[in-house]
């Protein structure tokens, strides 16, 4: 189907990011996927595309402007290499450098950015902690004014990327309970009192490292407080719009491949006397994932649209990230029963899909928070 919104730059940006997974990542997957990690160079030849450089100046190595639409477009080509791991260790960045980009004072912009952007550097975002994810106004970890430090104390967990970041945007409670006492630091991975940990053995995204941080008396310098202090509640919140799209739109990736290895398999797989695809029952399953796709890309396109118009859908973005991934759970479920035993094999780009849908549903806001923050948006 035609897209109303497509122009040649955003062709052309789309060709070249599915051009770098089909030639870079996808003949890798298995691989890196069975070592649990890929080499550095990766980030950078990623980096390079400008994956992440939208709405930063050019001065701090990003591209000079913002298109939601290439946003979603370079996240729906990798998520179509099926391999997630691998998307999840080179976007860690991605969902922090936004907040890096419009609180951090200048001297770490000008510094750490362009490193982070061209890929010689990993970025991570801290928010989730061990006492928990979805209730983020609660979180435990402490940051107090020492002088002209921040002295920090606690523990963030599921991080990703987190092994080999060298910096990170981490939330920490500056003031009073709740919402109105979080404030966000700039911290680097060999300040004093910083430590971490792998967390191995995951169900998915094998390919990238993923850590529990830890703080322990951890001294940052107290012009690293990005944005006012008891203030970084609402930029985290507004954060997470961009990190929803992305998934979203990863997701569509994911659910197109799911459909195109779908279609190629029952074309020249055989049962009963005819090819697969000749069954009605499995026509209908098609059918169904086809047209769940094409709500996936139609959603994304009106967030988008919104977006370059300079509005914030939060709703929309809310309900489209539980759409899609239930959307996602179906195409990715279908696939393998098409496959049937051959999709229960390591190495079958299904399998991996399948298995990797499930962090779609929990990871940026569950499937339950996302439906209610979508529900609290409608003013009930
Ligand atoms: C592979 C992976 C990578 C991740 N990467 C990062 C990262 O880079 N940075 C980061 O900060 N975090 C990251 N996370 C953490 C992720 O954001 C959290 O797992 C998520 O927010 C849920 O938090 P939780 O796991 O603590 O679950 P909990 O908050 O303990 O919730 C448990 C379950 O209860 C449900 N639930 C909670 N409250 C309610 C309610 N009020 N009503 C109904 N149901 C509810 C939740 O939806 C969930 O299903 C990652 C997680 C994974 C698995």
């Given at each position: 189907?035609k897209?109303p ?8 940006f ?6 770098f997974?089909k030639q ?7 691989a890196?996927d069975e070592?649990?990690?890929f080499p ?15 709405g930063?100046?050019?001065q701090?190595?990003g ?11 370079s996240?729906?080509e990798?998520?179509?290499g ?7 260790a080179?976007?860690s960045r ?8 419009s609180?951090?004072n200048?001297?770490i ?9 061209s890929?010689?550097?990993g ?9 928990g ?5 609660s979180?435990?970890?402490?940051a107090r004014?020492?002088?002209d ?6 523990s ?8 080999n ?12 309970e ?16 910083f ?5 191995e053995r ?9 850590a529990t941080l ?7 310098p107290a012009?690293?407080?990005?944005g006012e202090e008891?203030r ?5 919140l ?9 998934m979203?739109a ?6 197109r ?7 190629a398999?029952?074309?020249q ?5 005819k ?14 994932m ?12 009106q ?13 929309e ?8 991934s239930t959307a ?22 299904v ?7 499930k ?8 499937a ?8 609290r948006?409608?003013?009930?």
């Open positions: 189907m897209n919104f497509d122009t040649d730059e955003r062709r052309a789309r060709e070249t990011v599915a051009r997974v870079e990542i996808e003949p890798n997957a298995d890196w070592a649990g990690s550095w160079e990766v980030h950078e030849q990623a980096c390079a595309l400008g994956l992440f450089g939208f930063i100046d050019e701090y190595g591209l000079g402007f913002e298109d939601a639409f290439m946003r979603a477009a996240a729906e990798l998520g179509r099926g391999i997630g791991g691998v998307i999840a080179i976007g991605g969902i922090m450098v936004g907040l890096v980009n609180l951090a200048e001297a912009k000008r510094r750490a950015l362009p490193e982070i952007l890929g010689v550097k970025g991570a975002l801290g928010i989730t902690e061990p006492s994810g979805s209730d983020v106004a979180m435990q970890t402490r004014r020492d002088g430090e921040y002295v920090l104390n606690g963030k967990t599921f991080i990703t990327g987190g092994m970041a060298s910096y990170f945007a981490i939330a920490a409670r500056t003031g009073e709740g919402g109105t006492g979080i404030s966000l630091f700039f911290v680097e991975a060999g300040m004093p009192g430590s971490r940990t792998a967390i995951k169900m998915g995204w094998w390919a990238s490292d993923t830890y703080f322990d008396e951890c001294r940052v012009a690293n407080l990005m008891n970084g509640f609402l930029s985290v507004n954060n997470f719009n961009f990190e929803r799209l992305f979203c990863q997701m569509l990736g994911m659910a491949r799911c459909l195109d290895e779908s279609i398999y029952a074309q797989r055989k049962t009963f006397g090819p697969l695809i000749k069954h009605q029952v499995i026509r209908h399953k098609l059918a169904e086809s047209s769940r796709i094409d709500a996936m890309d139609a959603l994304i396109n967030i988008c649209w919104n977006i370059n118009e300079g509005e914030a859908p939060v709703a973005i809310s309900k489209a990230k539980f759409f899609c996602l759970e179906y195409c990715a479920n279908e696939a393998m029963q098409i496959f049937g035993g051959a999709g229960y094999l390591r190495g079958n780009p399998e991996r899909i399948y298995r990797e849908t962090v779609m549903t929990i990871g940026g806001g569950s339950e928070i996302m439906r209610d923050l979508a529900v948006q409608m003013g009930l």
